[in-house]
């Protein structure tokens, strides 16, 4: 059978809307997965279904989780279905969402409904849709928020359920909110970010488009100069992606973001039939509200709750059997609401800990620390290989290995970001990072070995910029004295001074 190529996508989208085969999953659950044409494995990721050749006969499955809130219904039933029919294991994602492995299709019509129950999904996670709306992990519970996001990210997240409105757009759309003013979800990477400001004593939000971080349309959001309140940021979603869906780029995969299309038409112009087709005029945007720092929500946070505060803790690489993130979630119970949110650091929150002191001392915090080696806290990596079939490169467990070897000789005062993606499709916004890997191939003597290019400088917030390439090819074998010495070259502000006394 054929393979499908980028150049296929379109096609099979004009010929059947990719929501519309739930309705054959009990054929193919009768006939078996190799009844399953390639068109409709393709299909199936807009239902969170990703086929994967690294575990033969079965899917990974990516959920919706607006703004990664999780109450203690749906986190007991996520890991319930991990542990029914995912082997236990999850990666939760910087998008704030999980993947569960190594799901068989005769499962599915079950993990669906039960899902439905707990009011989650896994729609349009996957392909040319809206993925998972970001927002700050502690909205609405954040002391120094600027305004509380929670309404409306549950608004954003109704456009994206089992309906085709878009499901049919050029390419994904990443759209992030934040209210917070840390810089916590990295809005300007996202196809749409709204980022917290204020006009005329009114709170809101500016909006930036266009912010991508893969290779190919490489780019930080550009700003659209307009100011919306918060009940007008759906309508203007709507708008938007109404435009793009319409008049976005479908003749060539690899430059069909939202980022060309505003690069084509321009701000100004963008921004002009906006207005039209909203019929009435925008504001100018208002006075940014973001810090110029970022701050990760991990460790203990003040919470709005009376006698209450965050604890944010490391889950190292995203990587958490079902049985620790139950056990997380009972901590959360035990000490305070029991909510758990997901960060898009690939770390989480237990919300509102009224009884700090009937968890602090329990032996999970050592793995899921609040207060982890600084070398390590700040430190994301992509699925790689092997289960990703686009990944060069494995991610997590080198990046691990080699962060645990620098971590005796490497002290810092100050975390350092660090983010490897196992190719360049950038799905850890590395380019925002302090130091930014991406997985290559590299010719060593006659053998091609696993090795990453290495780049330093990106930064989120007010003065977002993208990281720059240091170092090209560099091999898994020569990565941990590269990156030692890119730590203590260009991060030595950050290091720990040694007392001159040698006390
Ligand atoms: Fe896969 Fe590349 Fe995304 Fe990593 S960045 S998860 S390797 S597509």
Not at 94 to 104: C, E, P
Not at 265 to 289: C, F, M, S, T, Y
Not at 342 to 367: E, G
Request: aromatic share 6%; hydrophobic share 40%.
């Amino acid at each position: 059978m054929a393979k499908v190529t980028p150049a296929d996508i379109e096609r099979i989208k004009r010929e059947k809307d990719g929501l519309a085969v739930l309705e054959d999953i009990p054929k193919w659950i009768e006939d078996g997965v190799s009844s399953i044409s390639p068109e409709d494995l393709v299909r199936l990721k807009w239902l969170g279904l990703f086929y994967r050749e690294s575990t033969p006969g079965l899917f990974m499955l990516r959920l919706r989780i607006p703004g990664g809130r999780l109450s203690p219904p749906q986190w007991q039933r996520i890991a319930d279905l991990s542990r029914r029919y995912g082997k236990g294991h999850m990666d939760l994602t910087t998008r704030q969402s999980i993947q569960l492995r190594y799901i068989a299709l005769e499962d599915v019509p079950a993990i669906f409904s039960a899902l439905t129950d707990v009011g989650l999904s896994s729609w349009q996670t996957g392909m040319d849709s809206g993925r998972n709306i970001l927002t700050c992990a502690l909205a609405g519970q954040l002391a120094d928020e600027v305004l509380d996001t929670r309404p409306v990210v549950r608004e954003l997240s109704r456009l994206f359920e089992y309906h085709p409105r878009y499901s049919n757009l050029p390419r994904k759309v990443n759209i992030a909110i934040t209210g917070c003013p840390a810089n916590c979800v990295h809005a300007e990477a996202n196809d749409i970010g709204f980022i917290p400001a204020t006009s005329h004593g009114v709170t809101g939000f500016n909006v930036l488009v266009g912010g991508a971080l893969a290779h190919q349309y490489r780019g930080i959001g550009m700003a659209l100069n307009v100011f919306v309140p918060p009940e007008d940021v759906v309508p203007l979603t709507t708008v938007l992606l109404d435009i793009y869906r319409d008049e976005g780029l479908r003749t060539n995969r690899s430059k069909s973001r939202l980022r060309t299309l505003v690069l084509e038409k321009g701000a100004e112009n963008l921004r002009a039939e906006i207005e039209q087709r909203l019929r009435h005029p925008l504001q100018p945007a208002g006075v940014d509200l973001r810090a110029l720092d970022h701050h990760d929500h991990l460790g203990v946070i003040p919470s709005t709750e009376p006698h209450a505060v965050h604890m944010g803790l490391h889950v190292p690489y995203g990587s958490i059997t079902a049985d620790d993130f139950e056990a997380l979630g009972n901590l959360a119970l035990r000490g305070g609401s029991g909510d758990l949110n997901l960060l898009p650091s690939q770390d989480l929150v237990l919300l509102n800990i009224t009884n700090v002191s009937a968890i602090s001392q329990h032996p999970l915090l050592t793995k899921y620390s609040p207060d982890p080696p600084l070398l390590e806290r700040n430190a994301v990596a992509c699925t790689g290989k092997p289960h990703c079939p686009l990944a060069i490169t494995h991610t997590k467990e080198p990046l691990s290995q080699i962060l645990s070897t620098l971590s005796s000789d490497i002290r810092l005062r100050q975390s350092v970001t660090i983010s490897f993606s196992g190719c360049t499709n950038a799905c850890t916004q590395q380019g925002l990072a302090d130091i930014a890997l991406t997985g290559v191939k590299v010719k060593v003597g006659e053998q091609w070995e696993e090795g990453a290019d290495i780049f330093i400088g990106g930064q989120s917030g007010p003065k977002a910029r993208i990281a720059e390439r240091l170092y090209r090819q560099i091999p898994f074998s020569q990565l941990t004295r590269t990156l030692e010495e890119v730590i203590l070259t260009h991060f030595a502000d950050r290091l720990m001074h040694e007392n001159p006394d040698g006390h």
